[in-house]
């Protein structure tokens, strides 16, 4: 099954909004980053929400992650709408350049769900609730070559601080600090899913007159006691991320 859903299925733009109005109340744009959407964390949300159900539906065709049949395909978003029922993208055959083009968003209750018999689960991303935990026991090992040195990454971090001289041993004390907070509360530790598995994004704080996060590190567990930095990430970038799993709700991600 194709796993990329611009590959698969048109949606016009109009969806995308009737979606954002569908669903529970929720701020699904960027707030510093330019977009040819709307509405591109919602966009977002969607492709990689479909793209795990495609993943894990050609792993296993008969775990009911999407329902394809002749002239539909159908699969659960993991959204709710203000009453609480699921909502669901309902996909038909399509004459153009993509093979489906999108009906619509529709909730359960819908004639055109009701008609489908066993309605498709939502996306799993975690086979143990631990996943989700931080472990503070492990250390944290940053690849500040990569941070430092890659022009995408360096970018990211704040103009006021970004040729310090003394930039590196702002990191690590931050890392130091970051670290302590999770100790003192695991939910400032977000997860997010990447490449297949958890990881997470620490809120670091650089500037000396800001008290806010103005970089995130992305984190990866490599052994049982280590996790390594590898990439920084924007406040955008971040939410983007976590939001695959779930609404984050900590206070320095929260919108």
């Not at 302590?180 to 007159?209: E, I, M, T």
Request: charged share 25%; with cysteine.
């Amino acid at each position: 099954m194709e796993t990329k859903l611009k590959k698969l299925c048109f949606v016009p733009v109009s969806h995308w909004k009737f979606l954002s109005q569908m669903a529970m109340n929720e701020d699904w744009k960027y707030k510093d980053t330019p977009s040819d959407y709307e509405f591109p964390i919602l966009v977002n949300y969607i492709n990689y929400t479909y793209k795990r159900l495609a993943n894990l539906y050609n792993k296993d065709p008969k775990g009911n992650w999407l329902f394809i049949s002749q002239d539909r395909i159908c699969f659960n978003t993991g959204l709710l709408t203000k009453n609480y029922e699921w909502i669901y993208m309902l996909m038909v055959k399509n004459t153009h350049k993509q093979p489906w083009i999108s009906k619509g968003f529709f909730k359960e209750s819908d004639n055109e769900i009701c008609q489908i018999d066993e309605l498709p689960r939502k996306a799993t991303y975690i086979n143990n609730i631990d996943e989700l935990i931080f472990d503070t026991e492990a250390k944290i090992v940053s690849n500040f070559e990569h941070i430092l040195e890659d022009e995408e990454n360096r970018k990211r971090i704040p103009e006021d601080i970004r040729n310090s001289p003394n930039l590196l041993s702002i990191l690590n004390g931050e890392i130091i600090r970051v670290k302590k907070r999770v100790a003192c509360n695991y939910k400032v530790a977000v997860p997010q899913f990447y490449d297949g598995k958890v990881q997470f994004l620490l809120p670091l704080s650089l500037s000396n007159n800001s008290q806010n996060t103005d970089l995130v590190l992305a984190v990866n567990k490599v052994t049982d006691k280590c996790y390594k930095g590898y990439t920084c990430l924007t406040m955008d970038m971040a939410y983007n991320n976590a939001r695959q799993i779930a609404k984050p709700e900590t206070e320095w991600l929260a919108r």
